[in-house]
């Protein structure tokens, strides 16, 4: 089954503690991508990479990082996670850019 | 001018309206449009894709307007199932031309009420 999976899906954690959401697809997508969602604010982009050690920052990276090793995993690290990264996090996949995104379930953080 | 614009809704119809989703976008250089839809606490999906010659899927129509900038989705015959919150999407390209971006609008929650 064509899918985007994101672990963990749920996550509870300090100011400080460093952490990584993983992100993996098994469609052989060149473009992936991370954003964060909270309320009012819509769907903001943190991170994407258009293709295997290619990244670059979206609207919002300050506070993390991301790296593409290889072409299905895209993980997420946030090195000094803060309250204000509490939010909804999605990953996200396409062939290309321009095409149509398909997204993981989303991993909701909490950070204290 | 925000990237891209819907109405605020929300919207509360009854089962079996019509209901219309409006969205403007600023960046004239956009190249591609869609619709997903967002059920609460979960991941959006692609509803559909927009063309210039407007495009159907059963219920639903989008319709694109490049002059004006701007996005339509009608919904006919609405069903409990479509409550959910609708999502404009525009691709906009960078301006080395090399790179596209997804820009959401906020999304626009309907309600469809037995």
């Known amino acids: 089954e064509a899918q985007v999976t994101q672990n963990p899906r749920y996550l509870i954690t300090v100011t400080g503690k460093k952490l990584t959401v993983t992100c993996s697809q098994n469609?052989?997508?060149?473009?992936m991508s991370w954003y964060r969602q909270d309320p009012g604010l819509g769907l903001r982009q943190i991170y994407y990479s258009m293709n295997v050690e290619v990244t670059d920052k979206g609207d919002v990276p300050e506070g993390y990082k991301v790296s593409r090793k290889e072409k299905r995993n895209f993980p997420l690290i946030l090195e000094s996670p803060s309250p204000n990264q509490t939010s909804l996090y999605f990953c996200a996949s396409s062939r290309k850019s321009r095409e149509t995104q398909y997204f993981g379930p989303g991993t909701r953080l909490l950070v204290l | 001018r925000k990237e891209v614009e819907q109405d605020p809704g929300p919207f509360n119809v009854p089962e079996g309206a019509t209901v219309a989703f409006n969205c403007t976008y600023s960046n004239s250089a956009s190249q591609s449009f869609f619709w997903y839809r967002q059920d609460c606490r979960k991941e959006p999906k692609l509803l559909m894709s927009v063309y210039s010659s407007g495009n159907e899927d059963g219920r639903f129509t989008a319709q694109l307007n490049r002059a004006s900038q701007y996005i339509s989705l009608l919904i006919r015959d609405s069903k409990l199932s479509d409550s959910a919150t609708y999502l404009c999407?525009?691709?906009?390209?960078?301006?080395?031309?090399?790179?596209?971006?997804?820009?959401f609008g906020k999304g626009t929650l309907l309600t469809v009420n037995p």
């Open positions: 999407v525009v691709n906009i390209v960078n301006s080395g031309g090399s790179n596209y971006k997804l820009t």
């Open positions: 469609m052989n997508h060149e473009y």
